[in-house]
């Protein structure tokens, strides 16, 4: 066992049981969207979960800084997300962080630290933060969050009191300074006149007039009510969710989801009406209740929906809405670019993901623009890409099996095989990380371990026509 002193953040859903026995689907669905924003901030800031329970969270970091940061991240992201229901099925979570004296133990972290965190976590607001002193004092002069001194408080089975202090997202003062979330809120103020104006005035046909980019005409975003009842900004997938389909000869690269490998037929067929279509461009302010639905169903249609025009078509609403900001407004752009593949446009898909990348660099908008750079032949930016979304986050295992993939075919098999090697190593329960490699070692004229590996990726998904094919091309009978 490893003794260390590290930062460590607690997390737990707030009414989860309620919220369940309401809704089990939805909120199932809904906690697992919510996950992965914490996966994703906590990676980004240089921290590890180290266990999970349920709803609840626990991540170490190496700086208080950090773990604060992060917090902050996560819960404005939430808050964007719950802005999508009434309050009664808002889904948030408090977060508790301390430095503390940790045991670690295969991976797992136990002791005080552990613990004190833990006990924060039930002290914090909802949607807010509670830290202990001793991550105060390493903030305070770092960070520009405003805190509130809660004093000594007793912990349950802490035997000594522990100084906390919390803060709400809407009492603080950004540590990190965002000129476009600014622009929201400058949007959102100037839009609510408006609606206001048209209502005394009376005149519904002003309520279509603010013009969008693209030619449509879009509504005023609705001003903040005290309890809004907005829609769901869930966060894609930014744990994706991955097609089972291994890579093969003429669509190697395996997507950040299944409907990346969509038939391209679906978008035609059972699309929106043109009804629809021109509802789609219109966000209801008068009617919050409208709204909802209307920005409940286009977030799936864009994140979740497996009919490309019709994902093209609420992404594009989404975008033009002019209310998301950040990653937020980034994963828009990353669907939509999702949904442009699909449909064989390279170049389009490109434009989206490297909108994605100028608004929040993620190792996904890398990695999916790496995939249509691939699809549009130019190999070597293609593994700039993978290159790139390895170096911010140096375990993503699809990376490494794209990139590995993508030098098989720029004909350096040789390099490719550490990168499938990694792939495999971190994604050993997906068929086509073997099939990448038992193509590398085909490569490479290592046929034993060429057909070990296609064998394997047969084992993992028996439709791997790929690895099925590898194997004839080796003479052995699949």
């Known amino acids: 066992m490893k003794r260390k002193i590290a930062a460590i953040l607690a997390a737990d859903a707030v009414g989860y049981s309620r919220l369940v026995a309401e809704d ?13 924003v914490f996966d994703d901030f906590i990676n980004r800031f240089g921290g590890r979960i180290f266990n999970t329970a349920g709803d609840a969270i626990l991540a170490e970091f190496e ?89 000594e408080q007793r912990l349950k089975n802490i035997p000594e009191p522990v100084h906390a202090y919390t803060f709400m997202l809407d009492n603080r003062s950004r540590a990190r300074q965002e000129p476009s979330h600014m622009g929201s809120l400058l949007t959102r103020y100037r839009w609510a006149f408006v609606a206001v104006m048209i209502l005394v005035a009376g005149v519904a046909g002003f309520m279509f007039a603010a013009g969008d980019r693209s030619g449509q005409d879009v509504t005023a975003p609705p001003t903040q009510a005290t309890d809004p009842p907005i829609l769901e900004a869930r966060e894609p997938d930014i744990q994706p969710s991955e097609s089972s389909s291994s890579p093969t000869e003429s669509a190697a690269l395996e997507p950040d989801s299944a409907k990346d490998s969509a038939d391209t037929a679906a978008g035609d067929e059972g699309g929106a009406s043109s009804t ?14 409208a709204r909802e639905a209307l920005l409940k169903r286009q977030w799936k249609d864009c994140h979740e929906g ?3 025009e019709q994902a093209i078509q609420a992404c594009t609403a989404l975008i033009d809405y002019e209310i998301y900001t950040g990653a937020d407004l980034a994963s828009i752009y990353i669907e939509l670019g999702r949904a442009q593949r699909s449909r064989k446009r390279v170049e389009e898909a490109i434009e989206a993901y490297t909108e994605a990348i100028r608004l929040e660099p993620s190792a996904r908008a890398y990695n999916n623009r790496g995939i249509a750079y691939y699809d549009k032949g130019e190999l070597q930016k293609a593994i700039d890409d993978y290159t790139e979304a390895i170096r911010l986050e140096p375990n993503y295992g699809q990376a490494f099996n794209n990139r590995a993939w993508t030098q098989v075919k720029a004909g350096r098999a040789p390099r490719a095989l550490n990168d499938a090697q990694k792939a495999v190593r971190l994604l050993p329960m997906k068929a086509y990380a ?10 490479l004229g290592n046929r034993n371990e060429a057909i070990r590996d296609f064998r394997k990726a047969l084992d993992l998904d028996s439709e791997s026509e790929g690895s099925r094919s590898g194997l004839k091309r080796l003479g052995v009978q699949p």
Do not use: M
Request: hydrophobic share 35%; aromatic share 6%; charged share 30%.
């Open 24 to 36: 089990e689907e939805d909120t199932l669905a809904r906690l697992a969207s919510y996950r992965s």
């Open 63 to 151: 700086s208080a800084v950090d773990a604060v940061r992060c917090a902050v991240d996560i819960q404005e992201s939430l808050r964007t997300r719950n802005l999508a229901y009434p309050s009664s099925r808002k889904l948030s979570f408090r977060i508790g962080i301390t430095i503390g004296d940790v045991v670690e133990r295969s991976g797992d972290l136990l002791g005080d630290g552990v613990n004190v965190a833990a006990r924060l976590e039930s002290l914090a607001p909802e949607g807010g933060v509670c830290i202990s002193r001793s991550a105060y004092e390493a903030v305070s002069n770092k960070l520009s969050v405003k805190f509130s001194d809660k004093g």
């Open 276 to 289: 629809e279509e021109e509802q789609a461009f219109h966000l209801p302010s008068s009617d919050p209740v």
């Open 306 to 308: 497996d009919k490309p």
């Open 434 to 443: 073997w099939d990448t490699r038992a193509h590398v070692h085909e490569a």
